[in-house]
């Protein structure tokens, strides 16, 4: 058998080099080592979805996810960089690299976690429609014919887009507008959480803002990018030990009551 020549002998242990340089980087791109080396974590957070995220008087950050967040952030050992996002733009910033995990009152869905990891659910959430006391609604079928205002992109946008079949769905690019958009006039029936609800309810008491039913209820998951296993399983240790505890209960209650 022919030894190979001494120039194809430097190709192939040029290939072997590359070769094992690729698994090295690939065993290094971990992202909870990623975290822990720069001493920051990128939280992708809505602060236009009160009291999930929004700002005080002073513009700074607050929420029940932001408190969330603090608290992770603090747990891991590192300073928190919240991403402000919207409700369409969490997992494509999640996936950009935009952001290292999302808490943002993301529900976990099984459209979701086909392109996204969940972490154990930290909280629950609703699906509600809601509308003025004098307004007749009282399931899907009602809404035929009328026009349903949500946030575009969220669980709340699809649900209402697949059970209202006759309705016509009026989608904002975030709770802040839709917000406003109710308290304006625009709009008098909306598909959005029991927070947006009171949220609205409180700024405009004379309307008699309620919940009219329920559309669904969902778990709340923190979203981490597919295949950061460790990063995953530190975090559902994390809710598992803050659940056990009630620090996570307590941001909570805090914010919603």
Do not use: C
Not at 1 to 21: D, E, N, T, W, Y
Not at 94 to 107: F, R, Y
Not at 221 to 226: D, F, L, N, P, V
């Amino acid at each position: 058998m022919h030894q190979p020549s001494r120039f194809l002998r430097s190709l192939m242990a040029a290939a072997i080099v590359v070769g094992f340089a690729g698994v090295s980087t690939a065993a290094r791109a971990d992202l909870l080592d990623d975290v822990r080396a720069a001493k920051k974590i990128r939280v992708a957070i809505d602060l236009g979805s009160p009291p999930f995220g929004t700002t005080d008087s002073a513009m700074n950050p607050t929420g029940s996810d932001v408190e969330t967040a603090r608290l992770l952030a603090k747990d891991l050992g590192v300073a928190l960089e919240i991403v402000p996002t919207t409700g369409a733009n969490r997992i494509p910033f999640l996936q950009t690299g935009k952001a290292d995990v999302v808490i943002s009152s993301l529900s976990v869905t099984p459209e979701r976690e086909k392109v996204i990891d969940f972490s154990t659910p930290y909280a629950k959430i609703q699906a509600v429609v809601a509308a003025p006391k004098a307004v007749a609604v009282k399931s899907f079928a009602d809404l035929a014919g009328k026009r349903v205002a949500t946030a575009r992109g969220t669980t709340n946008d699809k649900i209402a887009t697949e059970g209202a079949k006759g309705a016509q769905i009026v989608r904002f690019d975030d709770d802040a507008t839709l917000i406003t958009a109710i308290t304006s006039g625009q709009v008098e029936i909306f598909a959005t959480s029991p927070a947006i609800v009171k949220t609205v309810a409180d700024k405009m008491p004379a309307a008699g803002i309620e919940s009219k039913f329920v559309m669904k209820e969902f778990p709340l998951g923190i979203g981490a990018r597919k295949g950061e296993n460790r990063m995953l399983s530190w975090i559902n240790e994390w809710v598992a030990r803050n659940n056990g505890n009630g620090s996570l209960a307590t941001i909570y209650t805090r914010f919603h009551g």
